[in-house]
């Protein structure tokens, strides 16, 4: 099983980025999914998270209104649209799947299937 996300970048405070995630899931609307990230010195945390339908997401206080997660259970895709970006938000972002969680699980051990991670970079 793979999770190949894609989309980070540098990109200016204020800007726009969009990653993406595709998994080699063939069960994929089965797992709910979330996106994570991790800062510089800092502990991995959960930003987003969207229902098996997707009809249904979760966001971190911090990205509330500003990142928007989606997924195409036809493509085994998510993504996660950031916009108004801010220095802050700078971070490894990993995708990862979960069968078990609850939506909004934040909880990385209940996340059984994680990408490798893509470096979002935004400067002052």
């Known amino acids: 099983v793979q999770l190949q996300a894609s989309g980070g970048g540098l990109v200016q405070a204020g800007g726009s980025l969009g990653l993406s995630c595709v998994a080699s899931?063939?069960?994929?609307?089965?797992?709910?999914m979330g996106w994570f990230r991790q800062a510089p010195g800092k502990e991995r945390e959960l930003v987003a998270t969207?229902?098996?339908?997707?009809?249904?997401?979760t966001y971190a206080d911090s990205v509330k209104g500003r990142f928007t997660i989606a997924r195409d259970n036809a493509k085994n895709t998510v993504t996660l649209q950031m916009n108004i970006l801010k220095p802050e938000d700078t971070a490894i972002y990993y995708c990862?799947?979960?069968?078990?969680?609850?939506?909004?699980?934040?909880?990385?051990?209940?996340?059984?299937?994680w990408g490798r991670g893509t470096l979002v970079t935004v400067s002052s």
């Open positions: 990862a799947a979960s069968s078990t969680a609850t939506l909004g699980a934040s909880d990385a051990n209940d996340y059984v299937y």
């Open positions: 969207i229902s098996r339908s997707g009809g249904l997401t």
């Open positions: 899931l063939r069960t994929f609307s089965l797992f709910v």
